[in-house]
């Protein structure tokens, strides 16, 4: 299978603060999902972003295909967007394989 | 639109029990599918189906079954449930893109415990 790594694997950020995840993938893949899991455990779609930039309000995203990698970034943070971080990706078929997930806190 | 349903929420069972977890969609979507999410750790996929009558195994199948006799419906069958399956399911569906899922959306959650 495609191995996936996030990091970091924890961050804790004063609300207010800029961050950066990361996504690393071990093959060429064409799906890739950027999820947030809240705390009561429901994932939520971020972006479908197999390449190139997308925007939505405070969250971006940035996957670079050829290299192998995709990054999230969530500007100004808020109490709110505390949760996991999962990327996960697939190539031309079904399996779909997670990132162990980055853990963030923000705190007010 | 009710998105993708799971039902129950919380369950427990012995050691040896069997159960079904159950999953709907109402968005038409042909793709479903069902994952295991365990102590930090992200989730692994179990089985897929991307019709009706079609399924087929993911990373971590042995001990579940599926089938898929509806577009809308897709149950996960533990046939003699034991502790390592303790653990959240979550089932998912999505669009087919490229003979693969599209963009998927993801149910609440079930959460397992076997004793």
């Known amino acids: 299978g495609i191995q996936v790594e996030q990091s970091p694997p924890d961050l804790i950020l004063q609300e207010g603060a800029n961050s950066t995840l990361r996504c690393n993938f071990s093959?060429?893949?064409?799906?890739l999902q950027w999820f947030h899991q809240n705390p009561w455990g429901q994932l939520i779609n971020l972006f479908y972003i197999p390449s190139g930039t997308k925007q939505n309000g405070r969250l971006s995203a940035t996957t670079v295909a050829t290299e192998r990698y995709s990054l999230l970034y969530i500007s100004s943070s808020q109490t709110t967007d505390s949760g996991v971080y999962f990327c996960a990706v697939g190539r031309n078929g079904n399996q779909f394989y997670f990132g162990t997930g980055t853990s963030l806190t923000v705190i007010p | 639109n009710a998105g993708v349903t799971q039902t129950p929420k919380f369950q427990v069972l012995k050691t040896g029990q069997s159960m079904t977890l159950q999953c709907a969609q109402d968005m038409n979507h042909e793709y479903m599918s069902w994952y295991r999410q365990d102590p930090g750790m992200g989730l692994r996929l179990i089985h897929y189906s991307v019709g009706a009558g079609i399924t087929d195994q993911g990373e971590v199948p042995n001990g579940y079954n599926v089938s898929r006799s509806t577009t809308e419906d897709f149950p996960l069958r533990l046939l003699s449930a034991a502790p390592s399956q303790t653990s959240v399911y979550f089932c998912?569906?999505?669009?087919?893109?490229?003979?693969?899922?599209?963009?998927?959306?993801f149910g609440p959650g079930t959460r397992l415990t076997v004793t």
């Open positions: 093959d060429s893949v064409n799906n």
């Open positions: 998912a569906s999505s669009y087919t893109r490229l003979g693969g899922p599209y963009e998927q959306y």
